[in-house]
């Protein structure tokens, strides 16, 4: 029983001496720590609480400008100039300086055939070009032009047409007769307009001896075949020391600097559209990245069955990332609406049935109720209230775009000015 009472005193005692560690020691530390909790909550709202309630957003700024309403549709790419490269003339394949996949200049040499029958014919014409142009130094020496004869002979010509003409004016003689007339008179005119280089040059055979040094100049010149244009090589199909034909296909020559996109649209949709007109374009094999191109063509015929009208595209490919082939989604320009109050799509909200955008002044976010009018896909224009005639919003506003789907009113934001 002894034993039992001095474990209840211990157990008492024990007890007691905890209760004293919570008043005395435990708790007065926790009374100082919620007192400097509360100094240090109180310091951040004195500082505004910048660092944990503002909230980032992306701003842009409210414009004056054009919208524009824009079709939807589609089409695939295509290059601008592809063309399957055929030798000019038939050989043996001497070298071959390009390969698949090259990106070739204009005028760049291709490949180049044999080329040793077309300098032998080549030294044959210019050989026989200079025997010829010998006999024509020493006839041409030899040869002399009478002046006074040939104006004597042109004279008597002209006055014997003159007199025909004239009988002929007066019915005395027939068509047939004039024109014979005639004929002669114009002959002797055209021979009294030649040269005697010309003359001489014919004679000696000289002229077909040139004509002959050109001819050769020519096929020497078709052995060696060059780029017609800049683009890209593929489908080469050239082995050296093989013969070609001028019917072979050896390679193909690719120009795809300029994408060409035909795309279909709906017929009662063509009368809007204008050649020149600005497109916007996406590819998706080429995500996240958007291309300008202009109206180029409008085709004048529709579609019976499908009752659209082809329209042709133009859109420059510098980097060469779009390639033929490529599906295309494209937004062509149609109705433009000019000097319009516009907002980004994006800050526009709905809450309780009601338009509105946050406008930001003095750092805060201010709730403002608009009334729109058109819209694109990336603009809204705003209208004027219809009973007060206030439009909400004005020109050069600063309007949230992203981050204000939570907002509320009079919050404070932190964001970058727009430019």
């Known amino acids: 029983m002894i034993y039992s009472k001095k474990i209840m005193f211990i157990i008492l005692a024990l007890v007691i001496f905890a209760a004293i560690y919570f008043i005395f020691i435990h708790q007065p530390a926790e009374n100082g720590d919620n007192k400097n909790t509360g100094e240090n909550s109180q310091l951040e709202n004195n500082t505004g609480n910048s660092s944990r309630t503002s909230v980032r957003v992306t701003v842009e700024k409210v414009k004056r400008g054009d919208l524009v309403k824009r079709i939807t549709a589609f089409g695939i790419a295509d290059a601008t100039r592809i063309l399957k490269i055929l030798p000019d003339t038939q050989g043996r394949v001497k070298s071959i300086t390009v390969k698949n996949g090259d990106l070739v200049k204009k005028d760049q040499i291709l490949f180049k055939l044999d080329d040793t029958e077309a300098l032998l014919a080549l030294e044959r014409a210019q050989d026989t070009r200079i025997q010829n142009y010998s006999r024509f130094l020493i006839q041409e020496m030899d040869y002399r032009d009478d002046t006074d004869d040939s104006d004597k002979r042109i004279t008597e010509v002209k006055?014997?047409?003159?007199?025909?003409?004239?009988?002929?004016?007066?019915?005395?003689?027939?068509?047939?007769?004039?024109?014979?007339?005639?004929?002669?008179?114009?002959?002797?005119?055209?021979?009294?307009?030649?040269?005697?280089?010309?003359?001489?040059?014919?004679?000696?055979?000289?002229?077909?001896?040139?004509?002959?040094?050109?001819?050769?100049?020519?096929?020497?010149?078709?052995?060696?075949?060059?780029?017609?244009?800049?683009?890209?090589?593929?489908d080469l199909n050239l082995v050296l020391g093989k013969s070609v034909s001028s019917a072979d296909e050896v390679m193909t020559l690719v120009d795809y600097s300029t994408i060409r996109i035909t795309a279909e649209v709906m017929e009662s949709e063509i009368p809007a559209l204008e050649k020149g007109r600005n497109v916007k374009i996406d590819f998706i094999a080429i995500p996240g990245k958007i291309y300008n191109g202009t109206i180029n063509h409008i085709s004048p015929i529709i579609d019976e069955e499908k009752k659209t009208g082809k329209v042709e595209i133009?859109?420059?490919?510098?980097?060469?990332?779009?390639?033929?082939?490529?599906?295309?989604?494209?937004?062509?320009?149609?109705?433009?609406?000019?000097?319009?109050?516009?907002?980004?799509?994006?800050?526009?909200?709905?809450?309780?049935?009601?338009?509105?955008?946050?406008?930001?002044?003095?750092?805060?976010?201010?709730?403002?109720?608009?009334?729109?009018?058109?819209?694109?896909?990336?603009?809204?224009?705003?209208?004027?209230?219809?009973?007060?005639?206030?439009?909400?919003?004005?020109?050069?506003?600063?309007?949230?775009?992203?981050?204000?789907?939570?907002?509320?009113?009079?919050?404070e934001v932190a964001y970058k000015e727009p430019d």
């Open 159 to 234: 006055k014997k047409y003159l007199q025909i003409k004239k009988r002929h004016d007066e019915g005395l003689i027939s068509e047939k007769e004039f024109k014979n007339a005639e004929r002669v008179y114009r002959m002797t005119l055209e021979a009294a307009k030649l040269d005697r280089e010309t003359v001489v040059k014919s004679q000696t055979g000289l002229t077909d001896a040139e004509l002959a040094v050109k001819s050769a100049e020519l096929t020497l010149k078709k052995t060696v075949s060059r780029a017609p244009f800049s683009g890209i090589i593929t």
């Open 314 to 411: 133009l859109i420059d490919n510098p980097d060469l990332l779009i390639k033929p082939g490529m599906n295309a989604r494209v937004r062509l320009d149609s109705l433009i609406f000019e000097n319009r109050l516009l907002v980004p799509r994006a800050a526009v909200l709905e809450r309780d049935g009601r338009k509105l955008v946050f406008i930001v002044k003095d750092g805060r976010a201010k709730w403002e109720y608009i009334h729109s009018g058109l819209e694109n896909e990336e603009y809204v224009e705003i209208i004027p209230d219809s009973t007060v005639g206030i439009f909400g919003v004005h020109e050069n506003d600063i309007v949230i775009t992203d981050g204000h789907q939570s907002l509320s009113h009079d919050t």
